[in-house]
């Protein structure tokens, strides 16, 4: 019972520290970005605005998006009886 | 009299309104797991919060199409594992089997509303488990408890209930502290306005997120106990399936308790434990979240009510100068230490009572005693009410209400984003 218990709550805590405060860090690299792209008020050192910043910023918001959309997906289609296989890298539903 | 009403029908009829009532406890409990991060920082205004939360609960209820027929296996033994009631309680229209669950649900209710008055955030579920585990003893004896099923897999009290809820706040607040961490070393060049903003964005979302959970988990027990009684009496046989109604009803409920909002314990989290920016309520919210939807695609679900307040404590570690509220904190350990055992002894002694009764007057008598412990809660909570006005005033450390004088608490309401 005991090993059962360790075994299931490490890989909680494993997937738990990977998208819980990995998916929380690229979006603070998100807001790190986007400042850095406005510039000025934006950031504590007044540095002129940054365009490339904005790009890099929205794509780590994009990032973050993705994955919980992807994350709800795999919750609802597990309900419906799917599954999502990533054989193909593009995530697919299957059913079974 | 013109219909005549047996006793199995007065008791299925009592168990589905307690059932019901439980699922709306379960929303307002558990709206603090959610939305007290927004709340309290002020992304959210709190009626928009509690309505966000209520609509994703709703979704969320019907999302998950899973069946949880099995709910009551985890801690006692009346179902067999297709969800079907054993053989032995089908006899009388499954009276045996309704009174322990009808009284299994006062316990649960009691309890729910007893630590909503005093601010306590505690598990649902865990009362909805001492509830029956009660019932079930005062019926069936200490070996109608599921203590620790076969050992093959986790189950059972210890396997479900009791180790999950010593693990879980840990997981959590470890996840929230490394989360907390890493987002104020990565934003440390970002002017504060401009960090708060950005994050009451993340914040709103990932509160989303935990309110969508919560709705696919928790809805799902409730529909799970009725369709078990209505096999038991008699009146539904298919074991895959939850009826429409009582899926639509347990929706209705749940979201509309999320609505109605337990201000006292949104207080407690969002105020009490910790005082919280932006950034931390984001990262506490996505710790819960992440817990909480891996715990329950694994098979092995962790209380919302623990997970939500082990990551909020967490972001109060992770966050240099940050002040956590160890006092508070023990209050609620406290809390959730007691919940199984005294849900237990409430739905224990409901059914003492109703079986020395016996038939139509011990139904009526423990329904009656639910009703009257349920005025005299809400009674009591009129005297330092908690609402959407003042629920962010300043925490007081002598007790956990409102200070008396703040009168136009709804100022309090940070507005930096303007």
Redesign the interface.
């Known amino acids: 019972?005991m090993q059962?218990?360790l075994t299931?709550?490490g890989?909680?805590?494993l997937?738990?520290?990977l998208?819980?405060?990995g998916?929380?860090?690229i979006?603070?690299?998100?807001?790190?970005f986007?400042?850095y792209g406005?510039g000025g008020?934006?950031?504590?050192?007044h540095e002129k605005p940054h365009p490339l910043g904005t790009v890099l910023g929205y794509l780590c918001i994009a990032i973050?998006l993705a994955v919980?959309l992807l994350?709800?997906a795999?919750?609802?289609s597990?309900?419906?009886g799917y599954h999502v296989s990533f054989e193909h890298i593009i995530p697919t539903f299957k059913k079974g | 009299m013109i219909l005549a009403v047996t006793l199995e029908l007065l008791l299925l009829a009592l168990v589905i309104l307690t059932a019901i009532t439980f699922d709306f406890t379960n929303g307002f409990h558990d709206t603090a797991n959610a939305m007290a991060t927004s709340i309290a920082t002020g992304a959210l205004k709190p009626k928009t919060a509690v309505t966000l939360s209520a609509a994703l609960n709703l979704i969320g209820a019907f999302l998950s199409v899973e069946v949880a027929l099995t709910v009551t296996n985890a801690v006692v033994h009346i179902q067999d594992s297709s969800g079907a009631p054993k053989p032995e309680f089908l006899a009388n229209h499954g009276h045996v089997l309704l009174l322990i669950v009808f009284c299994g649900l006062i316990g649960g209710v009691v309890w729910n509303l007893l630590t909503w008055l005093l601010g306590l955030p505690s598990s649902s579920s865990h009362a909805l488990f001492g509830g029956l585990i009660g019932a079930t003893i005062a019926g069936l004896g200490f070996s109608g408890v599921n203590w620790a099923g076969d050992g093959s897999k986790l189950d059972g009290v210890l396997g479900k209930v009791i180790l999950p809820a010593f693990a879980s706040p840990f997981v959590a607040a470890i996840v929230a502290t490394i989360g907390t961490w890493l987002i104020y070393r990565i934003t440390a060049g970002v002017a504060e306005r401009y960090k708060e903003s950005g994050f009451r964005w993340g914040q709103i979302g990932t509160a989303s997120l935990v309110s969508l959970a919560h709705g696919t988990n928790d809805a799902q027990k409730t529909m799970g106990v009725i369709t078990l009684a209505l096999i038991a009496y008699g009146v539904w046989t298919d074991t895959t399936q939850v009826p429409t109604w009582v899926k639509i009803a347990c929706a209705l409920a749940i979201a509309l308790g999320t609505y109605t909002g337990g201000w006292r314990i949104i207080r407690t989290l969002g105020k009490g434990l910790v005082e919280i920016e932006s950034p931390q309520g984001m990262a506490a919210e996505a710790s819960s979240a992440a817990v909480i939807l891996t715990s329950s695609h694994l098979g092995f679900a962790l209380s919302t009510t623990h997970v939500a307040t082990g990551s909020i404590l967490g972001t109060g570690l992770g966050k240099r100068g940050a002040e956590v509220r160890w006092g508070v904190a023990l209050r609620m350990v406290a809390a959730w230490l007691i919940t199984l055992p005294a849900a237990a002894i409430v739905g224990g002694v409901m059914y003492l009572i109703a079986n020395t009764l016996g038939g139509y007057l011990g139904a009526i008598v423990v329904f009656a005693i639910l009703v009257g412990l349920m005025s005299f809660f809400v009674m009591r909570s009129r005297r330092k009410p908690v609402h959407s006005g003042n629920v962010n005033a300043d925490w007081d450390a002598d007790s956990n209400a409102p200070a008396a004088a703040a009168p136009a608490a709804g100022s309090e309401m940070k507005e930096t984003l303007s």
């Open positions: 019972m059962l218990f299931a709550i890989q909680v805590l997937i738990g520290v998208i819980g405060a998916l929380p860090a979006f603070a690299f998100g807001i790190r986007l400042a406005a008020d934006a950031e504590v050192s973050v919980i994350g709800i795999i919750i609802v597990s309900g419906f």
